[in-house]
């Protein structure tokens, strides 16, 4: 039986990679896969492991505003994203961070 349990993240950051080889749109054929690589470094390398996660994910089913990026439990969705965009998202990413942090320290 699945147990339930509260999300150990912040902020999780899905990327949809999905690849339909060029017979339709998809965040795979562009470039989905070298920003989930560069986006997983970056969250390394800034120390945000511990409370952030970055992970591929299928199909989102916007395929046509591809790639996709996803932020949650935020719901925020960046589409048409490109490698220029990753300086945003951790922006995005470190005012979640902050934001969090500051509730934290309020209870």
Same mark, same amino acid.
């Given at each position: 039986?699945? !147990? =339930? *349990? *509260?999300?150990? /993240?912040?902020?999780?950051?899905?990327?949809?990679?999905?690849?339909?080889?060029?017979? !339709? =749109?998809?965040? &795979?054929? +562009?470039? &989905?896969? %070298?920003?989930?690589?560069?986006? =997983?470094? +970056?969250? &390394?390398?800034?120390?945000?492991?511990?409370?952030? !996660? @970055?992970?591929?994910? $299928?199909?989102?089913? =916007?395929?046509?505003? $591809?790639?996709?990026?996803?932020? /949650?439990?935020?719901?925020?969705?960046? *589409?048409?994203? *490109?490698?220029?965009?990753? %300086?945003?998202?951790?922006?995005? @990413?470190?005012?979640?961070?902050? %934001?969090?942090?500051? $509730?934290?320290?309020?209870?």
């Amino acid at each position: 039986m699945a !147990r =339930k *349990s *509260s999300t150990p /993240y912040v902020c999780h950051i899905f990327i949809c990679t999905f690849d339909r080889n060029g017979e !339709r =749109k998809s965040c &795979g054929d +562009e470039e &989905g896969v %070298e920003l989930r690589a560069v986006l =997983k470094t +970056e969250v &390394g390398a800034r120390g945000w492991k511990k409370w952030v !996660r @970055v992970s591929q994910s $299928g199909c989102l089913g =916007k395929c046509q505003d $591809g790639p996709n990026v996803m932020i /949650y439990p935020q719901q925020i969705w960046y *589409s048409h994203t *490109s490698l220029d965009d990753v %300086e945003e998202i951790l922006s995005q @990413v470190e005012q979640i961070l902050m %934001e969090s942090a500051q $509730g934290f320290a309020a209870t």
